[in-house]
């Protein structure tokens, strides 16, 4: 399984962003994908999970500005980001687990991309 995000950079508070995630070697039909968030200095925190089925699930702290999607034929997961402040700095990554019950638990995924910065200035 490989991961690969782009998508990051520096915007200005109110912008928005969308991150991409191309995922290779993913198997079919059983996997949870999801995003993390690691501010400097602070743990990686997860913000949001999709299940293969399309069903995304938010951290309470994003709800009403990120979007989590994904599109099956081309392998990609994304990450919309409305309305950014600069707590929504960090480098975010994405991961899969190949299993059911996606949690927004880092000890859970074992495959991780390398990251995208996003950098929110006032």
């Known amino acids: 399984v490989q991961l690969v995000e782009s998508g990051g950079g520096s915007v200005q508070t109110g912008g928005s962003l969308k991150l991409s995630c191309a995922a290779s070697?993913?198997?079919?039909?059983?996997?949870?994908m999801a995003w993390f968030r690691q501010a400097p200095g602070n743990q990686r925190e997860g913000v949001a999970y999709?299940?293969?089925?399309?069903?995304?699930t938010y951290a309470e702290s994003v709800k009403g500005r990120y979007t989590i999607s994904q599109d099956n034929a081309k392998n990609t997961l994304y990450l919309e980001i409305k309305s950014l402040k600069p707590e929504d700095t960090g480098m975010y990554y994405c991961?899969?687990?190949?299993?059911?019950?996606?949690?927004?638990?880092?000890?859970?995924?074992?495959?991780w991309g390398q990251g995208t910065q996003v950098t929110v200035s006032s």
């Open positions: 991961a899969a687990r190949l299993a059911r019950g996606c949690l927004l638990e880092r000890s859970v995924y074992l495959f």
């Open positions: 070697g993913l198997p079919y039909g059983t996997y949870c």
């Open positions: 999709i299940t293969f089925d399309g069903v995304g």
